[in-house]
């Protein structure tokens, strides 16, 4: 590595020789002016001084350097280094030979000749790495792994000329069946090396993977080999906003509070509590936690991944150099092989690359895509009540195809039997609609509100599709080409009722294109949200009797869309007149999930060691299903209550251990449940099924006793009960309970 700011250690060492070279011509004038004449005193004083202020100006400069070179703007060129080496490289070898003659033996009378059978394998395998880590922030790997099989002649090798060909095999380190390998950069980047920015951190990474595999070389000339690539692309970067308000000194003041030593007692001995002074609030206390408020943002990171992959059958080419065939102007390319989602197929095809004879190919053309959002961020109002927020959003996308050669194209190719089917999932919210009054044998209000809103929607789509003919339906008004049957009708309508949206305002799918699902899914995820609060427990009367007092509370809601299919019949009319859409809603599976967990918890600790907690939670799921024209409406309800206590220093009498008295803590618990389910299917514009569930209790009791250090004995009682909703169901209960005895070796 660079040795650290040579720039600035070049520039010193050519100042202090200056001054070191000044400096000794002063001194050199002093001695010629003493051996010549003393009546020379006053210059000699003259130059004496003038030495002392080199001397000091040495000093001084170096102080300055010093500085220089601990300053906090120069943090990124101070850390520069270069490393001009690899830091390990490795290469592995492995050779197997497998060889097994079989004679069976005559039993007969006859006169036969049996020839011995041979199973042979010699396989040669090899393995390749390199780790380079350029500079700190920049490191580079790769791992690579060929496997290949050195052929024999059949049977034993007794001929020289047999011999000689497995020699020449081995020279050429065999037919290679399999290779793959890795290459990863990870670089962080340096941002935090400047004074203003020390407060964002940022990582990025890169992973290319490729993949080459032989078919049975019989088959080599008609069929080809296959290829494959992937690519992981990383970014990181988090944002640590305290270390930006701490930047000031008087928010770092704020940050930390005003924590004050409490009086010291004029007896020692006395365990009476000392009060607090009252402190009288001030403009200034208003002030600063106004201020403390506006700071309430702690923490805020942001990880996005995306992998994409292709998998194409076909291939002629070998794997030599690298992965690639150095015969065939080293294809599929170094862009490939490093991981690079840039088609290959136009160019490989006009090459000779692939084979040219597609009907004997049997495997599709495979490219995937996985995109993955993750941000998290921590608000913190005031002290002690903390909030956490995350949202996320997945989008995977597969696409399928056989390639036909067709010279008039200009790809040279066209896709054959092409389908796409892609799965999504948002953070999204819909507490709007979480507390739909329900009723048994009966729906939600988001659901007749999604009825309600079909026209709305079927009129907003009929308008932007340009094949519409202004006409509407007499029996149902609708928009001739969009009935209340419709598939995106249906959805949009479905998505504004429950999410609790006007439909007037829900964004639509504008922008169809065949093959094309750009603007179907939504791009910004709604935060879900998690919060605590401890601060009650200063209340004086929550204090009285409380040793911990805190309060939960937790909110999650997901959108998924599963099965998306690109509509090969885009553009045309069904069986029941609608414009068919872009996309195939035939499997589409379209769910809403929402979780109250909890929807309130209250967790207490009494001062004599008593625990309490009690908690609400609620759930519901709701899946539109396109298929069978059906809404299944899930929804829970659950109430715990639970309590514990420890019993201390607890002594099992007439049981001693190597002479000693059992004696630990007894940990008593009990939680009583009481949880309401209830499932509703429902065809639209059609029946209710009458509702599934059932009211379910349950009673758990345990208590825990550390006999050792590695034995725990527990003894424990369960108790459910199940009531159904519907009569044809019959109430069930079941009971469990014994004694457990737990080693931990």
Do not use: C
């Not at 070389?217 to 690519?231: E, K, L, M, R």
């Not at 794997?319 to 294809?331: K, Q, T, V």
């Not at 299919?565 to 069986?575: D, H, I, L, M, R």
């Not at 899946?623 to 109430?639: A, H, I, M, S």
């Amino acid at each position: 590595p660079l040795k650290k700011t040579p720039i600035i250690r070049t520039i010193e060492k050519k100042h202090l020789a200056k001054l070191a070279k000044e400096e000794k011509n002063l001194q050199d004038s002093v001695k010629a002016l003493r051996g010549y004449s003393s009546s020379y005193s006053d210059e000699i004083k003259f130059l004496q001084k003038e030495i002392k202020n080199v001397k000091k100006e040495k000093i001084d400069y170096r102080k300055k350097i010093a500085r220089l070179k601990r300053s906090k703007y120069l943090a990124l060129y101070r850390d520069f280094n270069f490393q001009y080496m690899p830091q390990q490289v490795g290469v592995k070898t492995n050779m197997n030979r497998m060889f097994s003659e079989r004679i069976i033996r005559n039993v007969s009378n006859a006169n036969l000749l049996i020839e011995p059978t041979y199973n042979k394998n010699w396989y040669f395998d090899r393995d390749y790495s390199v780790k380079w880590d350029l500079t700190k922030t920049l490191k580079l790997g790769y791992n690579s792994s060929n496997k290949a099989i050195i052929d024999e002649p059949f049977g034993r090798l007794n001929e020289q000329h047999e011999k000689d060909s497995v020699l020449r095999n081995i020279k050429n380190f065999g037919r290679n069946t399999f290779f793959t390998q890795n290459v990863n950069v990870n670089y962080r980047i340096p941002i935090n090396k400047f004074p203003w920015t020390s407060w964002i951190t940022a990582n990025t990474k890169y992973i290319g993977k490729y993949d080459w595999q032989a078919t049975n070389p019989a088959f080599v000339d008609s069929i080809g080999h296959s290829i494959s690539n992937n690519n992981t692309r990383q970014i990181n970067g988090q944002l640590n906003f305290v270390n930006l308000y701490n930047k000031s000194k008087y928010l770092k003041k704020i940050n930390r509070g005003n924590k004050q030593r409490r009086p010291p007692r004029s007896n020692p001995k006395d365990t009476a509590n000392v009060e607090k002074p009252r402190k009288n609030i001030t403009p200034k206390d208003i002030f600063n936690q106004s201020l403390r408020t506006i700071m309430m943002v702690r923490n805020l990171s942001i990880n996005y991944s995306e992998n994409n992959g292709t998998f194409l059958p076909g291939y002629m080419g070998e794997s030599e150099l690298l992965g690639m065939d150095i015969n065939r102007l080293f294809a599929p390319g170094y862009e490939f092989v490093l991981g690079s989602q840039k088609d290959i197929l136009s160019k490989g095809i006009s090459n000779n690359w692939f084979n040219t004879n597609t009907n004997l190919i049997t495997q599709q053309v495979s490219k995937t895509n996985r995109q993955n959002l993750n941000t998290r961020a921590t608000i913190e109002p005031f002290k002690r009540f903390k909030i956490n927020l995350s949202g996320t959003r997945t989008l995977t996308t597969n696409d399928n195809y056989f390639y036909q050669i067709d010279s008039t194209t200009s790809k040279k190719y066209k896709e054959d039997t092409r389908i796409k089917t892609q799965q999504f999932s948002i953070s999204t919210n819909t507490i709007r609609t979480a507390f739909s009054k329900t009723k048994n044998n009966s729906v939600s209000d988001a659901y007749k509100q999604m009825l309600a809103n079909r026209f709305i929607i079927a009129n907003r789509l009929a308008k932007q599709n340009n094949n519409w003919n202004g006409e509407y339906s007499e029996s149902t008004s609708f928009p001739e080409g969009f009935s209340e049957q419709h598939d995106e009708v249906l959805l949009y309508s479905f998505l504004s009722a429950y999410i609790g949206q006007d439909p007037k305002n829900i964004k639509l799918n504008t922008q169809q294109k065949p093959g094309s699902t750009e603007g179907f899914f939504p791009s910004i995820p709604i935060p879900d949200w998690r919060f605590n609060y401890t601060g009650l427990k200063k209340l004086p009367i929550i204090k009285k009797y409380f040793r911990s007092f805190s309060i939960g509370h937790a909110y999650k809601s997901t959108l998924s869309m599963n099965g998306v299919q690109n509509n090969s019949t885009f553009g045309e009319t069904n069986v029941l007149g609608d414009f068919e859409t872009n996309i195939d809603f035939f499997n589409v599976d379209v769910s809403i999930k929402e979780t109250f967990s909890p929807l309130m918890k209250v967790d207490m600790k009494l001062h004599n060691s008593v625990l309490a907690r009690m908690e609400v939670k609620k759930s519901r799921s709701i899946n539109l299903k396109f298929g069978g024209r059906q809404v299944v409406e899930n929804y829970t309800w659950d109430f715990i209550v639970g309590s514990g206590y420890t019993i201390k220093d607890l002594i099992i009498p007439n049981i001693e251990i190597k002479g000693r008295k059992l004696q630990s803590d007894l940990n008593l618990r009990i939680d009583v449940s009481v949880k309401s389910t209830q499932l509703t299917m429902i065809t639209i514009d059609g029946d209710i099924s009458p509702p599934n569930g059932g009211l379910i209790t349950a009673i758990k009791f345990s208590g825990d006793y550390k006999i050792s250090d590695k034995v725990m004995a527990r003894v424990f009682y369960d108790q459910t009960m199940n009531n159904p909703y519907i009569s044809t169901s019959f109430p069930s209960s079941t009971s469990k309970g014994g004694v457990s005895i737990r080693f931990t070796l």
